[in-house]
């Protein structure tokens, strides 16, 4: 059973604070992800990540930064909290072989005030 | 790049009534089309998925069609279920060219009982 584990269910933080969010995979999963879900926005990709030390630009990766030191760790980093990124964060991840499945975390709450 | 519209963005229907969701896509590259559900407060989870080689697939209560000439594609459940209450996503992505999504606004559904 894919489990997907993010450090926190609910996080407060003030502006231009720097914010770790922390994503674990157990399943050796290649592919990992990060979207911030909105009320009538869906969920848009930030950052994708196909490998360890390899990183992607999604859609809306301004404002956002991510590490990948590990296989099973994906980590999105806000270098200066604004509020205008209040929101849900997903994180995911996806075997990289014939199955294309995302597995979703249960997501981060993160207001920034 | 991709753009995925969904509608309708909310749904009621009576429980036992069918529901159809329609989701639009621009990318004709677009070769993989999963379908999301999310329970209040629960992480997305895929329920059904259609490959561009195939024009239908069934699970049960849930179908999937595609039409990759007019590039649309719908969820439909029928004898609906008070537990399909949700908010159904769907998404499309080019699997040859990555593995990430590009995701619908999503559609609300509610099923009264």
């Known amino acids: 059973d894919v489990k997907v584990t993010q450090s926190s269910r609910y996080l407060v933080k003030r502006t231009g604070e720097k914010v770790f969010l922390e994503c674990v995979q157990d399943?050796?999963?290649?592919?990992m992800f990060w979207y911030r879900q909105d009320p009538g926005l869906g969920l848009r990709l930030i950052y994708f990540?196909?490998?360890?030390?390899?990183?992607e630009k999604g859609d809306i990766p301004e404002g956002y930064s991510v590490s990948r030191e590990k296989k099973e760790r994906f980590s999105l980093i806000l270098e200066s909290a604004s509020t205008n990124q209040t929101s849900m964060y997903l994180c995911?991840?996806?075997?990289?072989?014939?199955?294309?499945?995302?597995?979703f975390g249960p997501g981060t709450r993160l207001t920034v005030t | 790049g991709e753009n995925v519209e969904q509608h309708p963005s909310t749904l009621s229907v009576q429980e036992g009534d069918s529901a159809v969701i329609k989701c639009t896509y621009s990318?004709?590259?677009?070769?993989?089309f999963p379908w999301y559900k999310q329970e209040l407060g629960k992480r997305p989870q895929l329920i059904i998925d259609?490959?561009?080689?195939?024009g239908e697939k069934k699970d049960q209560r849930i179908a999937v069609t595609l039409n990759k000439t007019a590039k649309h594609f719908s969820l439909h459940i029928t004898e609906t279920q008070p537990e399909d209450s949700a908010v159904y996503f769907c998404?499309?992505?080019?699997?040859?060219?990555?593995?990430?999504?590009?995701f619908g606004p999503g559609t609300r559904l509610s099923v009264l009982p």
């Open positions: 259609i490959r561009s080689n195939v």
């Open positions: 990540s196909y490998d360890v030390k390899m990183k």
């Open positions: 399943m050796d999963h290649e592919n």
């Open positions: 995911a991840s996806s075997s990289g072989g014939a199955t294309y499945e995302q597995y």
């Open positions: 990318d004709s590259a677009s070769n993989y």
């Open positions: 998404a499309a992505s080019n699997q040859n060219y990555g593995q990430n999504f590009v």
